[in-house]
């Protein structure tokens, strides 16, 4: 009975089909106009999407100045409103541009004085505890210091003068305790001399000081970080086995580092972009801690892709989403901002070689091109962004570019911006056969 009620069921199924098609059959067919093409539908979606992207622009322009010592007009308020609320500030840059230094410090002297100041920056705990002192003293005494060409390479970044600069105002509204400056980032290549110098004054005995001594004579070329091998940290670990425990960290970051480049010119260089980030994770995580209860405001300034939420471009975990994620788990808000060199300015490389911003300005914040201020800087407020994925990605903007907009809560493009300026320009016979 079952089985032929389904079959009778199905006979019913089977002739409404065949009064369905008849019916089709003997409609007339479809206007061809009624029906778009796949190119004309997808070119009606361009056109919206082209008229949504402008309009979205136009919507997170805000109007900036920076000229008067602080951040000024809409979105200077703007701005000044949403770093008070913060504590931890996030600024992701372009390397080696002064006007970029300057605008970060206009946008500390716009934070409130209602706590002590730390700045986390991308140099190494050594070259932080070595700067820190000659920071907080008189100007003369950094000058002369820096003055050592040799010397000054040691130090990523704090060996340009807006860079130290900056250090110094963040210092400023520190207080008086030492370890204000957090170095979190891997060491140096080129700072083995400085190294090699820390690691002497912690020296008590003959075999530690033949160690170091064994290590400075093979160091000669300017990278030498990168060529250190075991040969040279065997006799470093077992002359310093008892020695100080920061003497044996600090050997065991020099290896760290050393990794970290050599692994960067192989295959192998996603792992070391991942050792890098979760180096700095660890020793962000380490001073904040040691803050206590109480952390300071925290100022963080790293290249762009550093902080980014999630990946970073290079397709590794980034340290900002780290920190964004602890700031989440301690009750603590953050704020995070991008400042460009734009298309006309300028950067200064380790080498000392100026060049211009397009290449970097292109990848980071190109799609802004056409909206950019005639003169000053350009503002961009990225939430209004966020909320059109599916037009970003349809109108080409690349995806490094979307992990930008989606990490940053603005964007400031610097039109003319100027290069950084070193305290003293490397020789080029430190960059023989490199």
């Known amino acids: 009975m079952v089985r032929k009620m389904i079959a009778v069921a199905g006979t019913s199924l089977l002739a409404g089909a065949a009064t369905i098609a008849l019916a089709q059959a003997s409609a007339p067919p479809p206007s061809p106009q009624a029906i778009p093409s796949p190119t004309a539908a997808q070119a009606q979606i361009q056109a919206a999407d082209?008229?949504?992207?402008?309009?979205?622009?136009?919507?997170?322009?805000?109007?900036?100045?920076?000229?008067?010592?602080?951040?000024?007009?809409e979105g200077g308020a703007w701005l000044t409103g949403k770093m008070a609320q913060a504590d931890i500030l996030m600024i992701g840059e372009t390397h080696g541009t002064g006007s970029i230094a300057q605008a970060a410090g206009l946008l500390v002297d716009a934070l409130p004085i209602d706590r002590p100041l730390a700045y986390a920056l991308e140099i190494s705990p050594i070259g932080a505890a070595t700067q820190e002192p000659l920071l907080r003293g008189p100007a003369e005494r950094l000058d002369a210091y820096m003055a050592d060409p040799r010397r000054a390479i040691s130090f990523a970044?704090?060996?340009?003068?807006?860079?130290?600069?900056?250090?110094?105002?963040?210092?400023?509204?520190?207080?008086?305790?030492q370890g204000a400056l957090w170095g979190i980032d891997q060491e140096f290549a080129s700072s083995a001399p400085l190294l090699l110098d820390r690691l002497d004054g912690w020296a008590r005995t003959p075999a530690q000081k033949a160690a170091v001594a064994a290590a400075r004579d093979k160091?000669?070329?300017?990278?030498?970080?990168?060529s250190f091998k075991d040969e040279i940290y065997k006799p470093l670990e077992s002359a310093f086995a008892k020695g100080p425990t920061a003497a044996r960290q600090l050997i065991a970051d020099m290896k760290l580092s050393g990794e970290i480049y050599r692994l960067q010119d192989s295959p192998a260089a996603n792992l070391s972009n991942r050792m890098r980030e979760d180096y700095m994770k660890r020793n962000f995580l380490a001073h904040w801690r040691a803050a206590g209860k109480t952390p300071p405001r925290t100022v963080m300034k790293f290249g762009a892709y550093h902080l980014t939420a999630?990946?970073?471009?290079?397709?590794?975990?980034?340290?900002?989403?780290?920190v964004n994620a602890l700031a989440l788990m301690e009750g603590r808000k953050t704020f995070s901002v991008m400042i460009v060199c734009g298309p006309d300015g300028e950067q200064?490389?380790?080498?000392?070689?100026?060049?211009?911003c397009r290449e970097d300005f292109e990848a980071t914040a190109g799609m802004f091109y056409r909206h950019l201020a005639t003169d000053g800087p350009t503002l961009i407020d990225t939430a209004p962004l966020r909320l059109i994925p599916g037009t970003l990605r349809r109108q080409g903007v690349s995806e490094d570019m979307r992990s930008y907009i989606n990490s940053y809560d603005a964007i400031i493009v610097l039109k003319g911006a100027k290069a950084a300026t070193p305290f003293a320009r490397p020789l080029p016979s430190f960059f023989e056969g490199m």
């Open 50 to 73: 082209r008229a949504r992207l402008s309009e979205t622009i136009a919507q997170a322009l805000k109007p900036l100045s920076l000229a008067d010592g602080r951040p000024g007009g």
């Open 157 to 177: 970044f704090l060996n340009l003068r807006e860079e130290a600069d900056l250090a110094r105002k963040m210092l400023g509204r520190a207080g008086a305790k």
């Open 219 to 226: 160091s000669k070329p300017l990278m030498a970080l990168t």
């Open 310 to 322: 999630g990946l970073s471009p290079t397709y590794t975990p980034a340290l900002g989403s780290f």
């Open 348 to 356: 200064i490389d380790f080498r000392g070689t100026i060049s211009g």
